[in-house]
T-cell receptor, first 113, second 114 residues
Framework: DAGVTQSPTHLIKTRGQQVTLRCSPK?????VSWYQQALGQGPQFIFQ???????QRGNFPDRFSGHQFPNYSSELNVNALLLGDSALYLC????????????FGPGTRLTVL | AQSVTQLGSHVSVSEGALVLLRCNYS??????LFWYVQYPNQGLQLLLK??????LVKGINGFEAEFKKSETSFHLTKPSAHMSDAAEYFC????????????FGTGTKLQVIP
């Protein structure tokens, strides 16, 4: 049983560029949440997708957008990258609308130069 | 809005000693509470969760936590530390119900000294 997978593992971009990160949820899960974890900090909630719709959003600007596909996989897009966007981006999946049991992927390390 | 505060960004214990990681929460409604562990260069793994059932929650790897409403606390304990427990631990809170976002603390890095 595959767990949550994320790609790519690492990514280096320059300021102003755009980036797309990908997540495949754990088998049987239909809800995907995205988190940003800056160095030395706890994860911060970006948004959650269920049934291909954004259900909840944290305090992140519109430069952060997402999408969920019919197979429940998800993408996180960040436009106009800033140095401060450098972080570990974590994807978590769960079943249904309850997030009391989330499974996290290993993350994508984004470095913005 | 809910929040958690983790007291102590770094905690060191000797192998075999008691592990105590502190977490206090703030929430306007009875919360769901969680402890996650993160090993270097890995994602987070759920250790245990409180979702308004028993106040003493047992998790994986011998960890447990007690929900104390009067103290707004949810401290994580383990009677005897192992070297493999060295990792970063995050306390988290959410409102109950669907579509709820999870808010994490800033983490406590646990060092186990042989």
């Amino acid at each position: 049983d595959a767990g949550v997978t994320q790609s790519p593992t690492h990514l280096i971009k320059t300021r102003g560029q755009q980036v797309t990160l990908r997540c495949s949820p754990k088998s049987g899960h239909d809800t995907v949440s995205w988190y940003q974890q800056a160095l030395g900090q706890g994860p911060q909630f970006i948004f959650q997708y269920y049934e291909e719709e954004e259900r909840q959003r944290g305090n992140f600007p519109d430069r952060f957008s997402g999408h969920q596909f019919p197979n429940y996989s998800s993408e996180l897009n960040v436009n106009a990258l800033l140095l401060g966007d450098s972080a570990l981006y974590l994807c978590a999946s769960s079943l249904g609308t309850d997030t009391d049991t989330q499974y996290f992927g290993p993350g994508t390390r984004l470095t913005v130069l | 809005a809910q929040s958690v505060t983790q007291l102590g960004s770094h905690v060191s214990v000797s192998e075999g000693a008691l592990v105590l990681l502190r977490c206090n929460y703030s929430s306007s409604v009875p919360p769901y509470l969680f402890w996650y562990v993160q090993y270097p260069n890995q994602g987070l793994q759920l250790l245990l969760k409180y979702t308004s059932a028993a106040t003493l929650v047992k998790g994986i790897n011998g960890f447990e936590a007690e929900f104390k409403k009067s103290e707004t606390s949810f401290h994580l304990t383990k009677p005897s530390a192992h070297m493999s427990d060295a990792a970063e631990y995050f306390c988290a809170v959410s409102d109950p119900g669907g579509y709820q976002k999870v808010t994490f603390g800033t983490g406590t890095k646990l060092q186990v000294i042989p």
